[in-house]
């Protein structure tokens, strides 16, 4: 059995005449660090979607533990659940929600109790140290407080892999390093491969290994 | 996921009374536009109802008015004679329950017009032997055989401080006022200033014993009233009738497209609060195309995603439901205080009936059906699940990627 967790072969990618990836080849070993590195536009986004199966290529070979990642939008849904935690640049928490409840939103297809639920949300809270703001929505949090609230998030389902894309972008440099930080902390505790997208060196440099890409290719 | 819906629903208290509102106002319109509709068909019934009859058949007559001129006896102006046997031919017509046969006449007198109907007071279930029967407020009706003897109106009674046991004189005759009778607007048709026994009034107004001029047809099934008016006219000849759809006529184009058109128009009105509330909940979807497309990211099955909107589809529409069976309650009502179409001066003027008998203003009898209320209740809650789940099918279709960057 591969201890690639998540691999990608001729991978292609493009928006109507813009091509966005052209052929690029990737594999993720379980508990590392990956930094996918590049300027705006080079590509990197639309690679993580496609890692995270958010969105389809158009040819390549996208695979989990050398399974092929399957085609259907419910099948990706219940890979993504029990496999892959995601952490976006904008947060994406849904604002009527309070943290506990933002954090919640991935286990409610699970079959478990509201309890079980509420009480792996919180223990997910605690993790990123927000276990007194439990009951605050994203409004009422800063944008630090929020990303973290998004990676309690991505870690409720205890996946194997967390994609981050810019999860520091925006914020500030001091609560970036936090964010960083407090990422390196958990992937020691839980021990979840991380695939962070960033046009930040300081952020890829924290990374085991990097990945540049540019105009859609991957370069040295 | 239904602590999810119900944050969702709090928090989004206007987008969600939007739709409520859409959904309660076509189910409101259904219901009330359903109600004027009957509400019309009831006026219209109306002054047919109160003598158990579905049609009355004169037969119009081309004699000249000119010759029917001066004081004294005799019959409405363009009225013709139906004789026994013709009466008796009604009666066979396929559909026909009862037909009973009467005479409307006219007393010119010196200074009023007094209308007289003739009764067999055998006929009790149909027509004004009806009225004699079941309307009575003082004294008594006259039996078979009986002569002499006279039923007044109340009105008619009131106006000349007419009393039982005093005398009535029509034409050259005296008669004992028996019994006083409440004419109600729905027996209009009927009514007449003053009940003789049927073989005076004929022998008043100059006819034989056989002779009647206005028929009172009881029809098995309403639906057959003109089937059986065709078959009438087929073996008696030309005939004028007063039936439910003629008196719709006269109601005039809102009774007309009210009452003939009033399910179209709550079809209408019920398709246009669906379309309102698709509308709303399209909106409701398509503010959340972003979160739909967070769901998915983070494990959610489309039909998880449909789920919800479903569930919430179906309280909206449960809620607008029971706003617009209530809205609709309170339309029907104020309705009901639209005036119903005076046909009195329609039925009576064919029952020659005098003006010292005052109309009678009421309110359109406006009634609302357990069915309207079902079908409005159904509507609302299938249309309402239904959006949401169609909408929220829609939105799943983007792929999440598209979703999470969508305005």
């Known amino acids: 059995m591969s201890s690639d967790i ?65 085609t259907g939008e419910d099948e990706l849904a219940d890979w993504r659940r029990e ?34 639920r509420r009480e792996r949300a919180g223990n997910c809270l605690e993790l990123v140290g927000l276990s007194h703001r439990t009951g605050h929505r994203p409004g009422q949090l800063s944008g630090g407080e929020q990303q973290r609230v998004a990676i309690a998030r991505a870690l409720v389902g205890d996946p194997s892999l967390v994609l981050a894309d810019e999860p520091t972008g925006n914020l500030d440099t001091t609560t970036g390093q936090e964010i960083l930080d407090m990422f390196e902390r958990l992937r020691h505790e839980t021990g979840f491969a991380l695939v962070v997208v960033t046009h930040d060196e300081k952020v890829a440099a924290a990374a085991d290994r990097q990945i540049r890409l540019q105009d859609g290719v991957e370069v040295a | 996921m239904n602590h999810y819906i119900r944050s969702q629903l709090r928090h989004r208290r206007r987008r969600a009374a939007a739709v409520i509102a859409a959904v309660a106002l076509g189910a409101a319109l259904l219901i009330a536009l359903t109600s004027l509709g009957s509400g019309f068909r009831e006026a219209a019934r109306a002054p047919l109802a109160g003598i158990a009859a579905d049609l009355v058949v004169t037969r119009p007559d081309s004699a000249a008015p000119s010759q029917q001129t001066g004081r004294g006896v005799r019959q409405p102006f363009g009225l013709g004679t139906f004789d026994s046997g013709e009466v008796g031919q009604m009666s066979a017509v396929p559909g026909v ?41 003082a004294g008594r009706s006259f039996h078979s055989g009986e002569s002499g003897v006279a039923v007044l109106d109340r009105h008619y009674a009131a106006f000349y401080d007419s009393k039982v046991g005093q005398r009535v004189t029509v034409g050259q005759r005296t008669f004992e006022v028996v019994g006083v009778v409440e004419v109600k607007d729905s027996a209009q048709t009927a009514a007449s200033n003053i009940y003789l026994p049927l073989g ?208």
């Not at chain 1, 508990?31 to 199966?53: C, P, W």
């Not at chain 2, 009764?119 to 004004?128: F, I, L, N, S």
């Not at chain 2, 179209?264 to 709303?280: D, F, K, Y």
């Not at chain 2, 309650?329 to 064919?350: C, E, H, K, R, Y």
């Open chain 1, 6 to 70: 998540l691999k990608a072969e001729g991978i292609r990618k493009s928006f109507g005449k813009v091509t966005a990836l052209a052929g690029v080849d990737l594999a993720i070993r379980a508990g590392e660090f990956l930094a996918i590195v590049g300027r705006s536009g080079s590509g990197k986004s639309t690679l993580l979607n496609l890692l995270a199966g958010l969105d389809a290529p158009d040819s390549g070979r996208i695979s989990s533990q050398g399974r092929v990642l399957p």
């Open chain 1, 83 to 116: 496999h892959v935690g995601l952490v976006f640049q904008a947060f994406h928490l849904i604002p009527t929600l309070s943290a506990l409840e933002n954090v919640a939103i991935p286990l409610y297809p699970r079959r478990m109790s509201d309890t079980a």
């Open chain 2, 97 to 137: 329950d009862t037909a009973v046969g009467t005479l409307q006449i006219w007393d010119f007198g010196p200074r009023s017009t007094v209308t007289i109907a003739g009764v067999d007071p055998a006929q009790q279930t149909v027509g004004p032997g009806r009225i004699l029967h079941h309307n009575l407020i």
């Open chain 2, 200 to 407: 005076e009034a004929q022998q008043l107004a100059g006819l034989a014993e056989t002779q009647v001029n206005q028929v009172h047809v009881q029809v098995g099934n309403s639906a057959d009233t003109e089937a059986v008016t065709a078959g009438i006219t087929e073996r008696v000849g030309p005939v004028s009738a007063i039936t439910p759809d003629s008196l719709v006529q006269i109601m005039g184009a809102v009774g007309r497209i009210s009452a003939r058109f009033s399910t179209i128009a709550a079809i209408i009105g019920g398709l246009g609060g669906l379309i309102l509330s698709w509308t709303a909940l399209r909106g409701l979807v398509s503010e959340r195309t972003r979160e739909i497309g967070l769901l998915m990211a983070v494990g959610w099955r489309r039909s998880h995603v449909v789920g919800v909107f479903r569930t919430e589809g179906l309280i909206l529409g449960l809620a607008g439901a029971v706003v617009g069976i209530a809205l609709g309650v309170v339309l029907a009502w104020l309705l009901s205080f639209i005036p119903a179409p005076d046909l009195g001066a329609a039925t009576t003027s064919m029952a020659g009936h005098d003006s010292t008998t005052p109309a009678a203003g009421t309110g359109l009898p406006v009634s609302i059906s357990l069915t309207a209320v079902a079908a409005a209740a159904l509507v609302a809650l299938v249309g309402a699940t239904t959006a949401g789940m169609v909408a929220a099918h829609a939105a799943t279709r983007l792929k999440p990627a598209r979703s999470l960057v969508a305005l």
